[in-house]
């Protein structure tokens, strides 16, 4: 039985292949975290309940991924063209 084992485990994969399979696994496990972190975030909306939730945002609060200034005026106001 050790025989066909051996057999068995020696035509399964390539020894020099385990770091690659090692890598390639990390980058999917690393990707597919990332993805799940971005869905659940606090600016993602799954539902339909609000068709323009770019209404809702207050004068104080900030949209932009990277701000250099993360100071947020809150006189600032929209005005009508």
Same mark, same amino acid.
């Given at each position: /039985?050790?025989?066909?084992?051996?057999?068995? /485990?020696?035509?399964?994969?390539?020894?020099?292949?385990?770091?690659?399979?090692?890598?390639?696994?990390?980058?999917?496990?690393?990707?597919?975290?990332?993805?799940?972190?971005?869905?659940?975030?606090?600016?993602?909306?799954?539902?339909?309940?609000?068709?323009?939730?770019?209404?809702?945002?207050?004068?104080?609060?900030?949209?932009?991924?990277?701000?250099?200034?993360?100071?947020?005026?809150?006189?600032?106001?929209?005005?009508?063209?």
């Amino acid at each position: /039985m050790s025989q066909f084992r051996r057999q068995f /485990m020696k035509n399964w994969f390539a020894v020099e292949a385990i770091p690659i399979y090692a890598v390639v696994g990390v980058v999917v496990a690393g990707g597919s975290w990332y993805l799940s972190r971005l869905a659940r975030g606090p600016t993602v909306v799954w539902t339909k309940e609000n068709p323009t939730p770019w209404n809702d945002i207050k004068p104080d609060e900030g949209t932009k991924l990277l701000t250099v200034n993360q100071h947020f005026e809150k006189s600032w106001e929209r005005r009508k063209l």
